[in-house]
């Protein structure tokens, strides 16, 4: 970047391009637009972002994102913990969350086993995932970690390390996508929801 | 190969992939003509869009790109072969990983002609969705992705004095790229002793169409040596551990 640009100006735009979604055009139009905004925005922006990494945790329980530790799901009493859902991310829990057919509890991974990506099963919590369900009286575990070569070689590993601990374990059905048409399904997909059909 | 045209179709193996925006993916692929190239697939992310499963890793498709002014973009895209078995088994899927992420450092982004590569990587993933041994899919991939890139291993003749070796047990220099005979070999961590049994079926590999390697019966032990070779002289060259490796020791343990 040119001299003539202010240090500042410089360094908002490289800490905007380093977010996912973002490139250097956004990220210098973001700048730009706070530049010339009035200044509250951008105070009540750097509170926020201030206050996102001191004011929240990993539940020490699930390891989704919360205030309180437990996490407001762990300490729901009425929430069935002898079931747990195995999501990858936070935005996942959320997602079953809205569908509002769920009542067990969740354990989150922070990602999915990519070791292309150099992400290996220590990087994620698979173990703390096993010592959970050795220690409380867990009766299913359900992965819900996203179809496709990353999830399913995590819901492996994960059946495979979980296994001697002969609690039921479960995978999300994954069938097909409603709104789409059967021709544009993929083959994969098409042979999992042939073999998981069910009496109609 | 140039390619002025603006729309091109080609046959691809899906390498690599990222997340990249709010629902697209960054795809690294293989492809016979163009070599390695990446594309973004827009909306491939979300359930709904007709691209989504059909770009998954290790799969290979029938793909409509158009020329993007820094990326190509996926247009259309069909999967062909969607190798199942890689999925459903943990094992198959982790050779799977090894095995592109060693056609992935060993290319570059140069658009030349990878018929020989596409092909050896094609069959490679079917080998590992149906052999018995998937091990031995992998060490036959080996052998073949270092002839093709340049770093065919000197298996004849001593890679120091230039005599033929005799059918006695020999060393290996990685920094060399071949045998040398016990009396050139220097102490050093780029020698290491290979036995004559080793050698042999390393060349067997070198010469010879996978139906007739399978034919082989090569005990655990045997393998397991010519595999310290193999992946010895690759992380060498390469000059870096190999991620896919360490996961692939996990699992086996
Ligand atoms: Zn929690």
Known sequence: ?200 | MPRPERSFRTDALILKRRDFGEADRLLTLLTPRYGKLDVIAKGARKPTSSKTGHVELYTRADMLLHRGRELDIVVQVEMLKPYLELREDLQRGAYANYAAELMDRFTTRSEEDSTVLFTLLDETLQRLCVDEDPRLAVRYFEVRLLDEVGFRPELHECVVSREAVQAEDQYFSYADGGVVRPEHAIRSTSFVPIPMVTLKVLRHMQRSPYSHVQSLSISRALHDDIERILLGYITFLLEQKLQSVDFIRRIRS
Do not use: W
């Open chain 1, 1 to 200: 970047m040119s001299k003539a640009i202010p240090e500042p100006v410089i360094r908002l735009t490289e800490a905007f391009a380093r977010l996912p979604g973002i490139g250097p055009k956004t990220a210098a139009r973001l700048t730009y637009f706070l530049l010339r905004a009035p200044d509250e925005i951008s105070q009540s922006l750097a509170d926020a972002l201030h206050d996102l990494k001191t004011e929240t945790k990993f539940c020490s329980v699930c390891f989704n994102i919360t205030v309180s530790d437990p996490c407001e799901i762990c300490a729901d009493a009425k929430r069935d913990g002898r079931v747990i859902a195995v999501v990858e991310e936070p935005l996942d829990v959320l997602a079953i969350e809205r569908t509002g057919a769920y009542s067990g509890k969740y354990h989150v991974l922070h990602g999915a086993i990519s070791p292309v990506n150099n992400i290996g099963p220590d990087d994620l919590r698979i173990r703390e995932l096993v010592e959970r369900v050795g220690q409380q009286d867990v009766l299913e575990v359900i992965i819900a970690t996203n179809p496709g070569m990353e999830g399913d070689a995590t819901a492996m590993y994960i059946k495979r390390e979980l296994e001697p601990k002969g609690v039921k374990i479960q995978r999300l059905a994954r069938g097909l996508p409603v709104g789409g048409d059967l021709e544009y399904v993929d083959s994969v997909t098409l042979t999992r929801a042939l073999q998981g059909r069910s009496e109609f």
